[in-house]
């Protein structure tokens, strides 16, 4: 396998300008009406690992060579920071889109919650939303009835947070209103540019995400925590204790931030991994012959299977960041104020790093020197100071669910999704009906 980057990732002599991607070709792709990930390919393609286009008066820097990556999002986040999330609307202040010291308190905060004695805390919610999902499958295997794969899957995900968050299981009444998130987030990149009209487009949903919220937060702060150990929301409303800055509405929007980051990109992936496996069935067949039934091998090859979709759709697909000072990035010179987009999505299909990355092939992560060593060539959460918290979690829980699901159901489906669309997260863009096979 070729370990080598493509012309324009490695160093160059200082002082040279990003290679730009001519007019031209990007007039033709808007009068094409293709994706942005259409356009981001070709920029690759053509230049390289760190290569530029223009959309509007400034070219913009496209990311995806692994040394490029590690310098932008590890070696130096100081200099390429977040300016704005594109959630903002909808998760307000909370940890994704903090910024600046902020930032660093609340991650701080949070950061313990999703590493070793905070994660063991969850293992039994995780477990208990496993088996109510599991439960119903075998009811849908039963009687023969239809369900939507995806809707399954957002609801499994948003299950496990809401008991992480508040020590209980998702009921109807908060399942049905916590249905506004999802769709918050589809309309997110058609929204108009101004804020507040913006606003007013999904004032009726914030409005239910916001009732919703206050509801769990007054829950919260008059019962005490569970058998369990506390929720995420008691350690808010300890933090308030002391911390004048956990008012109300910070807490709301962590809160919000959790739900949408804690069950979309789950679901998300876990959707596309049962997509994968109905056009791949035999590494399904794999997945369980690793090992027995709660083996630390076939708990291995769930994982794997878990990674390798997460190479294909990765949870974040873009990672916008703004340079805020002048640099030199792989021997280019990149001027404070350049928008900086970084795109795990291509990275992990780079054939110049991953053999065959057409292939489903989840025996990459777990055979020896079958994947690329480089930190920057995987990074489906990102990498360095923000990445992802939930990234243990994340994969703990859908580890369970498989290992719950897979040996008893195949999933036969009715139809599935033509193409992907290319919003917050990288989602199938349709619905996804199936069937029950044992």
Aim: aromatic share 6%; hydrophobic share 40%.
């Amino acid at each position: 396998m070729a370990t080598h980057a493509r012309p324009g990732s490695l160093p160059s002599p200082p002082g040279r300008r990003v290679p730009e991607l001519d007019p031209a070709l990007v007039e033709l792709w808007q009068a094409g009406g293709g994706e942005l990930i259409d356009l981001f390919a070709q920029v690759r393609e053509r230049l390289g690992g760190v290569a530029a286009f223009r959309l509007g008066p400034r070219p913009t820097v496209l990311i995806t060579s692994p040394e490029a990556v590690q310098h932008v999002l590890a070696l130096n986040a100081d200099r390429y920071v977040k300016r704005s999330h594109r959630a903002r609307l909808l998760i307000g202040d909370g940890v994704l889109a903090a910024t600046g010291e902020s930032w660093q308190r609340q991650r701080r905060l949070l950061q313990s919650q999703f590493t070793g004695p905070g994660m063991r805390r969850y293992e039994q919610r995780i477990a208990e939303a496993a088996r109510t999902t599991a439960a119903r499958w075998d009811g849908y295997a039963r009687t023969g009835q239809a369900f939507d794969v995806g809707d399954e899957m957002r609801r499994f995900a948003l299950d496990v947070i809401w008991r992480s968050l508040t020590g209980h299981p998702l009921g109807p009444e908060a399942e049905r209103e916590l249905a506004a998130v999802p769709a918050v987030l589809a309309v997110l990149p058609s929204l108009p540019a101004d804020g507040t009209a913006a606003q007013g487009v999904v004032a009726d949903e914030l409005a239910r995400i916001d009732a919703v919220a206050s509801r769990a937060i007054a829950a919260a702060r008059d019962s005490e925590a569970g058998p369990d150990g506390p929720g995420l929301l008691h350690v808010l409303l300890d933090a308030a204790k002391t911390r004048p800055e956990y008012t109300d509405r910070l807490i709301r929007d962590e809160l919000v931030t959790l739900l949408v980051a804690g069950h979309e990109t789950t679901a998300t992936t876990l959707t596309w991994l049962y997509l994968l496996l109905d056009r791949n069935p035999e590494a399904r067949e794999q997945a369980l012959a690793a090992g027995a039934d709660g083996s630390p091998q076939r708990r291995q090859a769930l994982q794997a299977l878990v990674h390798e979709t997460l190479r294909f759709y990765p949870s974040a697909w873009m990672l916008p960041r703004s340079a805020a000072q002048d640099d030199t990035l792989a021997g280019y010179e990149i001027e404070a104020g350049t928008d900086v987009l970084v795109c795990p999505y291509l990275t992990h299909r780079d054939p110049e790093l991953w053999e065959d990355p057409g292939r489903f092939d989840p025996a990459r992560f777990t055979t020896p020197g079958r994947r690329p060593t480089h930190p920057g060539s995987y990074f489906p959460f990102g990498v360095g100071p923000r990445a992802c918290l939930g990234l243990q979690f994340a994969l703990r829980e859908s580890t369970v669910l498989l290992e719950h699901l897979l040996p008893a159901h195949v999933p036969r489906f009715h139809s599935t999704p033509a193409k992907a669309a290319y919003s917050i997260t990288v989602r199938p863009d349709g619905p996804t009906p199936a069937v029950l096979n044992g």
